[in-house]
């Protein structure tokens, strides 16, 4: 079969999948969409990059945002200023992504030498596509990033200047991903320069290089934050590398025994639970492998395969718990083996089939998202006049609007100040609340029941304007899937006497 068939098959998909992705209700967006989108969707709209309420805030007040690194964020903005900023904006732009990160994963397919097993994997991509999209998080942006640092590093004569430059890139875009880039670009080095003399300070010094220019490049970018905001960088440092016990790097998380009460208690259902497990399986199905081929491998496969482990050894000692980053690796590490296969043939097979099996362990979530999206299309239909009824009745359109579920896309095109509570505690700002969205997206209370408002706020001071339209549950052939309801609409509450005056002027 042709390159260029595969390639035609791609595009074919991927205007079906886009096509379908409008027609149907939009994804839903939970907490993440406040970190990796809210401050695009403002720059775009009011030319301020900057969010509210994010993780250890003290206020209400929007800041520059500086919790992550900004490519996703921005990335956003540029989309939201040339395509409409409706319900459907995140679901798209997590499509393109996701389009993305799945033509790399084909690029790199269709570079192997030719054969049965290249051609499923080639048809897979193709034909899913969507499976390489990661909802509201920069991974599929991490992997886009990283495959190309990599990649470069991987060519004969590397160049080490060009590599610090992509490092510096994906660490804007995921500096996970980043952090593994590094560790694949200093074992490719070290496996191109190993047979060589003085091979190992040749090697030092490339790794040094890269480093010094990924240091250099990310200079400026933090001098401006510092500029505008000179708290940014701290509020990056804080959120970067102490998020909190569970998930981040932090003394508790150290400890034997929290390590593993963090992958036997993740905080994410059976299904994604599942899905995690099966992915950091993805690292031992590659040591049985090698195992096998022991004597038969040199150098040149032995650095890529040690940097596969290293990267899952950082996911899951680093970050224990968080499975996201171990599903990230389950695509790169396959993607990465396939551009280190271009020096040595012996990696496509193993590559190949671990790539396959990421995809195949990702399609339950795929396959219930379509199924989500479809019986919520009534629900969503219902619930579209929600906003502007909200709007129409605020005294001032400008009010903070806290929103308690995961119908982001669906309010923030008419809300500005559109909030979540989770991570503020100071309680004298919530009488800055000037209504509230609480839907019923993911409640799992008893069928028909009113949801309660957040407790962080005075029930007694809003006053019910609209209650949901409908509640509807996840279903399939008329049986239950979930004990949580999965339909748009919520109840709209306003505050009964006018909210506190407005916080000062965001920064410009």
């Known amino acids: 079969m042709k390159l260029s068939r595969f390639w035609l098959l791609f595009a074919a998909c991927s205007l079906a999948w886009l096509i379908l992705s409008v027609e149907l209700a939009p994804n839903m967006s939970a907490v993440d969409v406040f970190y990796f989108r809210d401050a695009g969707w403002n720059l775009a709209a009011s030319g301020h990059f900057e969010s509210a309420a994010l993780a250890r805030s003290h206020d209400l007040a929007p800041r520059l945002y500086s919790h992550y690194t900004p490519m996703m964020p921005l990335l956003f903005a540029g989309y939201a200023a040339v395509f409409p900023r409706n319900a459907y904006a995140g679901t798209i732009f997590n499509l393109l992504l996701g389009l993305g990160a799945a033509a790399i994963a084909l690029y790199w397919v269709l570079r192997q030498p030719g054969g049965k097993l290249r051609t499923v994997v080639a048809l897979a991509i193709a034909a899913l596509p969507v499976v390489f999209i990661t909802y509201d998080r920069p991974e599929a942006l991490g992997l886009i990033f990283a495959a190309i640092a990599i990649g470069v590093a991987a060519i004969p004569r590397p160049r080490p200047f060009a590599g610090g430059l992509l490092v510096a890139l994906t660490f804007l875009a995921h500096p996970f991903a980043a952090v593994i880039a590094a560790v694949w670009i200093a074992c490719l080095y070290l496996a191109y320069n190993w047979d060589k003399s003085g091979g190992r300070a040749v090697t030092l010094r490339q790794v040094a290089i890269t480093g010094v220019m990924a240091l ?44 593993v009460h963090n992958h036997l208690h993740l905080n994410t259902g059976p299904l994604q639970t599942t899905i995690y497990f099966l992915s950091l399986a993805s690292i031992l199905l590659l040591a049985v492998w090698t195992v096998a081929r022991r004597r038969d491998l040199r150098v040149a496969e032995w650095m890529p395969i040690a940097a596969g482990v290293l990267s899952m ?32 043939g012996r990696l496509a097979a193993p590559a190949f089939a671990l790539l396959l099996f990421a995809m195949v362990v990702n399609l339950p979530n795929l396959a219930i998202d379509l199924l989500q999206r479809i019986e919520q ?24 609007v806290v929103l308690n579920g995961d119908s982001y896309d669906l309010f923030k095109p008419k809300f500005r100040r559109l909030i979540e509570l989770a991570h503020v505690e100071d309680q004298e700002h919530y009488a800055k609340v000037a209504a509230v969205a609480n839907c019923y997206d993911a409640f799992h209370g008893p069928d028909n029941a009113v949801r309660p408002l957040p407790a962080k706020l005075d029930a007694s001071e809003f006053h019910l304007i609209e209650a949901a339209p409908t509640h509807m549950w996840l279903t399939l052939f008329g049986h239950r899937l979930m004990r949580a309801q999965w339909g748009y609409g919520c109840d709209l509450y306003l505050r009964n006497s006018p909210a506190q005056p407005k916080e000062p002027a965001p920064l410009r």
């Open 216 to 259: 250099v490049a990310l200079t400026p970018v933090a001098l401006l934050f510092y500029l505008l905001d000179p708290t940014s960088l701290q509020r990056f440092a804080t959120n970067a590398f102490v998020v909190n016990s569970d998930i981040g790097l932090t003394t508790r998380s150290n400890s034997a025994g929290n390590f």
């Open 377 to 400: 299309i009534p629900s969503f239909r219902t619930a579209q006049s929600q906003p502007s009824m909200l709007l129409s009745q605020m005294p001032d359109p400008n009010g903070i």
């Open 313 to 344: 050894l950082c996911a899951v000692t680093l970050f224990p718990g968080h499975p996201h980053y171990v599903r990230f690796l389950a695509f790169l590490i396959p993607l990465a083996l396939l551009i280190a296969n271009s020096s040595s």
